[in-house]
C-alpha cells in the first residue's frame, strides 16, 4: 500500500540517502539521570544484602567491651560494614575540611 503524503523537514530520510533521523542527536545526560542509575543499583545491592542476611540468619555471640549480644551472622556482617563506611567517611570528611581551610588560607 502507497500514500501520496509529501514528506515534511525531519521525517523519514529517503531510501537513497541511507541515515536515520536520530543519528548526530544525542541523549542528554542529567544528574537526574545519573541519580536514577544510582537508585537502580542501590536497589539491587540492597537485594543482594536482604539475601545475604536471610542465608544467614545463625545465631553468633558477640561482646564489646562490657556488652553482649546474640545477633544473626548476616546482620553482624552488615553493622560491621556499615560501621567501616562510618569510620571511613569521619576520616575523609576531616581531610576535605583540612584542605578547604588551607585553600582558603592560601587565597
Known sequence: ???????TAGSEPTPSSGKSTNEGQRVLKTRAGY???????????GIVVLIFI?????????????????L???????????AGALGTAL??????LQLRRATKKNS
Open 1 to 7: 500500500m502507497t500514500t501520496d503524503a509529501v514528506p
Open 35 to 45: 541519580a536514577w542509575v544510582g537508585l537502580v543499583i542501590a536497589a539491587l545491592l
Open 54 to 70: 536471610l542465608q544467614n540468619l545463625e545465631q553468633a555471640h558477640v561482646t564489646l567491651f562490657t556488652w553482649n549480644w546474640n
Open 72 to 82: 544473626p551472622i548476616g546482620v553482624l556482617v552488615l553493622l560491621s560494614v556499615v
Open 91 to 96: 576520616v575523609g570528611g576531616y581531610r576535605i
